[in-house]
């Protein structure tokens, strides 16, 4: 390009049309040479743009996961906690209710003393008969036992006498009155003690699930546990 400057200087008097001739190559290399330079700077930007870009976003990308993870932290930290918090007081209220367990096994047993005392229709060995198997059947319904030949060698008679007496004294067969004892037990509970829930009612009676607790329940009475529960009158 300096060249060609030269030369348009040189020959700019003695040869007019030559001399534009080299002014304008030398005006075609300054545009080259700028064009190039320009394209080269404009690549090195373009490079430095996007690799910032690329930078920005792979941050942008591992802050978010970096977020992510911590709010996945706190939320399992807090799951676990309510968990153990669940577990804590289940725990306690079961060690608490295991605690009274035996002075409501003792209440109802006396409750069925009282009953049996009251009751002018029966001889005493009948009423004593009665209160120990009500006892037998409360124990082993607890246990999910209810099969009159087991409940039977307990009390150690045989089925056939164990029948025989049954429908003496109350007009009901082994099965009737094991049903019986364990809805007049639930019944006691759900009058009787406030904290206690419909769930451990059905667990004291031998069930293990609620539901069929509430069917059997709601049959014999004609009325749902929650219903006596809320509604003691």
Known sequence: MHAREGLYRITKDLLPQEAIIHLERAKQLQDSIYCQETGEAVGRYNAIYYNDILRQEREQAEKQKRQTMTISIGIGIFVLLLII?????????????????????????????????????????????????????????????????????????????????????????????????????????????????????????????????????????GITPSEVKGNKE
């Not at 009948?126 to 209160?131: H, S």
């Not at 037998?136 to 007496?165: C, P, W, Y």
């Not at 009155?177 to 451990?200: G, H």
């Open 85 to 221: 918090l669940a577990v804590y007081f289940a725990w306690r209220r079961h060690k608490s209710l295991k605690g009274q367990y035996s002075e409501i096994n003792r209440l109802y047993q006396n409750s069925i003393a009282r009953d049996m005392q009251q009751s002018e229709q029966l001889t005493d060995d009948d009423k004593q008969f009665r209160q120990q198997l009500a006892a037998i059947i409360d124990k082993t319904s607890e246990n999910g036992v209810f099969d009159v030949g087991t409940i039977a060698m307990q009390m150690h008679i045989s089925i056939l006498t164990l029948r025989r007496r049954l429908s003496h004294t109350v007009g009901l067969t082994p099965q009737a009155y094991i049903m019986q004892v364990r809805m007049e037990k639930a019944r006691y509970l759900l009058l009787n003690f406030r904290d206690i829930t419909i769930a451990e009612v059905a667990e004291k009676c031998g069930y293990t699930q609620v539901l069929n607790f509430t069917r059997a329940f709601t049959r014999f009475y």
